[in-house]
């Protein structure tokens, strides 16, 4: 979807050596995927993302969007396909939200009924409630609020390709979170190929299907993020991700993709010979003991019952359980509530609280040991 060949751009600074923001910079960003920019500052991330819809003209190099090349496009009917999103948001004061959102719409004279219809769909999606904050000002709105229209204005004339530069820098980190969850959410619907510029490696590994991290004009690395924190290409993206690398990746799997293989739910009346015979053959060290509305009510290990031939059943063994894990939680949560019940193993649970299988950190731990993993990938 996006290419760049050889992207180069050079500022002459007069009386001195020129700066190379950009050396020879080639990438291919997949429809629908988020790529992330990073690096430290100075590393010619914004430079990069600028070229691409001209803000800043390149030196050398080519961008092709959809297989075009954008030397062929004029400027403005370039920027026509590409929303802009920047950290300082840049909402007309003197416009209302609506008129905001809609600003790139009536410019373009598309339907102006379907433009707002439009916009309420989108502010739906990102949890502001359209019939209080369509016909405010932005100084009516918090920075977190505004930050969301603006977000909302870029993608307002549908346009295929997104570059956003910082744009939830400026917000504090819990409602850096919260935006951060709903552009995902916003954008796994609307499949908008997206060009990102962060200088935050956690908001890269969570955001980014692909992450470039750049040095002084250099694209250093170029993969998904479980690669680059898997194997740093070198010494610099190695201490750019931090020494902590390994429990980062934990944010990259799902609970869901660690659950082991087997259930092993057991009924509290279910004899102990059955359910001895089922560890046996399973090599499970723990049953989960489900009650009659598939909550998980109990445990029971190997070791416990393994002894015991009196012919009883579960219901003699049960130990509470560590606590639970949600399904849609990642292995990073998982390992957290783990330490903080002081316990290698948790069960999952669904929105309802229905026991789905366990987690271990045995499991955990192997999972960081083997190869480096595709969003999505389960364990055998
Ligand atoms: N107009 C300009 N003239 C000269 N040098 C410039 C100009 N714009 C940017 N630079 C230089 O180009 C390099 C890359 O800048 P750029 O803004 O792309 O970095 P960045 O990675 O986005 O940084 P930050 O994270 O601080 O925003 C820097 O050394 C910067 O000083």
Redesign the pocket.
């Known amino acids: 979807m996006i290419r760049l060949e050889n992207l180069t751009k050079h500022?002459e600074?007069p009386g001195k050596e020129p700066?190379i923001?950009a050396n020879n910079v080639s990438m291919h960003v997949g429809k629908g995927e988020i790529c992330i920019f990073l690096?430290?500052?100075?590393?010619?991330?914004?430079?990069?993302l600028k070229m691409i819809n001209k803000l800043i003209p390149k030196t050398s190099g080519k961008i092709y969007i959809d297989g075009q090349d954008t030397d062929e496009l004029d400027p403005i009917t370039l920027r026509r396909e590409i929303g802009y999103v920047i950290q300082q948001i840049g909402l007309f004061p003197n416009m209302t939200i609506e008129g905001n959102i809609c600003v790139v719409p009536d410019l373009l004279k598309m339907d102006r009924k379907a433009s707002r219809q439009k916009a309420r769909e989108l502010m739906e999606m990102v949890n502001l409630d359209p019939n209080i904050f369509l016909k405010r000002y932005p100084r009516e709105l918090s920075g977190g609020q505004q930050q969301r229209i603006g977000v909302i204005r870029a993608l307002a004339a549908d346009p295929p390709v997104m570059l956003m530069d910082?744009p939830f820098g400026a917000i504090d980190p819990i409602n850096r979170e919260v935006i951060q969850d709903e552009f995902l959410k916003l954008n796994a619907e609307l499949g908008k190929t997206v060009l990102f510029?962060s200088?935050d490696i956690d908001e890269a590994i969570k955001m980014g299907d692909k992450v470039a991290i750049?040095r002084e004009?250099v694209l250093e690395q170029f993969d998904t993020p479980d690669e680059i924190l898997a194997n740093p290409a070198n010494q610099f993206v190695k201490d750019f991700v931090g020494t902590d690398r390994a429990l980062k990746r934990l944010k990259l799997i799902g609970v869901a993709d660690a659950i082991m293989p087997f259930h092993m739910a057991v009924d509290p009346e279910d004899s102990l010979e059955t359910v001895a015979e089922k560890m046996r053959s399973h090599g499970a060290h723990i049953a989960v003991v489900v009650g009659p509305r598939g909550r998980a009510r109990g445990y029971i290990t190997k070791e416990e019952i393994q002894g015991d031939s009196s012919g009883g059943v579960v219901d003699e063994y049960i130990d509470p359980i560590p606590g639970t894990i949600h399904e849609g939680d990642n292995l990073h949560d998982a390992v957290s509530q783990m330490y903080s019940h002081a316990s290698d193993w948790l069960p999952v649970v669904d929105d309802d609280g229905c026991y789905k299988g366990y987690i271990t950190q045995h499991t955990i731990a192997s999972l960081l040991g083997g190869v480096p993993r595709k969003r999505g990938d389960k364990i055998s």
Request: hydrophobic share 35%; glycine share 22%.
């Open positions: 500022f600074v700066v923001a690096g430290p500052s100075g590393c010619g991330k914004t430079t990069a910082e510029v200088h750049f004009g």
